[in-house]
């Protein structure tokens, strides 16, 4: 099955393509999916799909369940960034929006195991649920299809998800399948917001400046990490907006500050937390301003589960063989690899799950830009051992599981 398997995908190429393509140049974002949600209903049932709507924009379909067995679910995330792409490819989105951190390349593998699953579907033992699935830049899509039963009716006994990985020493279609435990960080997003008293430039003494709280507070976020985490006590805190007045000549009334958090520990999550408020709270107010602070939407850490990872490597091995495609680990010695979180994470605390990278960009080809960058370019070549690996996956486990 798994020479077969990969075959068909390879004879697939141009049609996943000509699905990453279009995707690519009509990028959305959020929930906002109209075109790609529509799209993607199209194609599925013209392969014969029912495809059920979940939560605000999210897909649902199933294949198989003519013989008794588990329930395997695949996921692919649809929504794009609001980047302006600056590829200058030929089907480069032109309304503000890109699939620069791969989720175009997602749904069309996503929908290549679809077409997979439908040629081998007399040859299922259970049932295989597709997931797509909108908003995972702003980590509200996944929560939100749970919400309303992506994991019920029938429940995923087991999960994977597939990204594409650039700018990475490896053949395209490389898979790197994630040790056991967690391989992506929390996240969470805040707003910082300080209140003081706007006044004239001219006569500073009959205000409050919330610009120097403002200032003061940005600089001493940076003790909780110099000062108040151990050497092994992983975070990442980053001010990334930060928004007030509108002339030179005036003091504002307020200051908007807003950025994220990322840690990979439940407890170091609370801590850093907890003194971004302290500090944000006590050094407005030693210039006399008051500042609140609000904890917007976030994820907690994807955890990979040890026996779903062994047997993605068992099975994906098989697959693409030894050499060049070959499975290696995302994060050896248990060390996660990158500081990218995903909301899938929600799906692996309700059910055991595997995160699979795949590589889609040599250097060596072009492929130099990071993923979210606006000239983020990704080699497409990948996309057939994606969809192999999707369905693959599916299948075996399914197998082993009856």
């Not at 077969?4 to 190429?13: R, V």
């Not at 929930?31 to 979940?54: I, N, P």
């Not at 999210?58 to 960034?81: E, S």
């Not at 595997?354 to 993923?371: D, F, H, R, S």
Request: glycine share 10%.
């Amino acid at each position: 099955m798994n020479q077969t398997i990969l075959q068909e995908a390879k004879a697939m190429q141009e049609q996943i393509s000509s699905y990453r393509q279009w995707l690519h140049a009509h990028a959305e974002t959020g929930f906002a999916l109209y075109k790609t949600k529509a799209y993607v209903r199209t194609v599925l049932e013209g392969m014969g799909y029912q495809v059920s709507d979940c939560g605000r924009a999210g897909l649902i379909t199933t294949i198989g369940g003519k013989k008794p067995g588990k329930v395997f679910m695949l996921r692919a995330d649809m929504d794009a960034l609001p980047i302006h792409e600056e590829t200058g490819l030929p089907y480069a989105c032109p309304d503000g929006a890109m699939h620069a951190c791969g989720h175009d390349m997602h749904t069309a593998m996503l929908l290549g195991a679809a077409q997979l699953l439908k040629n081998h579907e007399n040859e299922m033992e259970g049932t295989v649920k597709l997931m797509f699935q909108p908003a995972e830049e702003t980590f509200e899509g996944s929560m939100d299809m749970i919400r309303n039963g992506v994991l019920d009716n029938p429940r995923p006994d087991a999960a994977m998800m597939i990204h594409v990985a650039v700018n990475v020493p490896m053949p395209a279609g490389t898979v790197m399948v994630s040790a056991p435990g967690i391989s992506a960080p929390a996240a969470d997003y805040f707003t910082i917001r300080v209140k003081g008293k706007g006044c004239h430039g001219s006569a500073p003494q009959d205000g409050i400046d919330p610009l120097t709280a403002a200032a003061h507070i940005l600089i001493a976020l940076q003790e909780i990490q110099a000062r108040e985490l151990g050497i092994h006590d992983e975070a990442v805190m980053t001010i990334g907006t930060m928004h007030a007045g509108g002339a030179s000549n005036v003091i504002p009334d307020s200051v908007t500050m807003g950025g994220t958090i990322r840690t990979f520990d439940d407890q170091v999550r609370e801590t850093v937390k907890r003194r971004l408020v302290e500090i944000s709270q006590g050094m407005a107010a030693a210039f006399r301003a008051e500042a609140s602070v609000s904890f917007d939407s976030g994820c907690p850490t994807l955890c990979n589960n040890k026996a779903v990872c062994e047997k993605a490597e068992v099975y994906l091995q098989e697959l693409l063989g030894s050499g060049a495609l070959s499975v290696a680990k995302m994060n050896p010695n248990g060390k996660p690899s990158a500081g990218g979180s995903e909301d899938f994470a929600y799906i692996s605390h309700e059910i055991p799950t595997v995160m699979v990278a795949l590589a889609a960009g040599e250097p060596k080809k072009g492929c130099v830009y990071p993923l979210h960058h606006p000239k983020t370019l990704l080699d497409e070549s990948a996309l057939p051992y994606g969809a192999a690996s999707l369905a693959y996956m599916a299948m075996r486990y399914l197998q082993d599981e009856k």
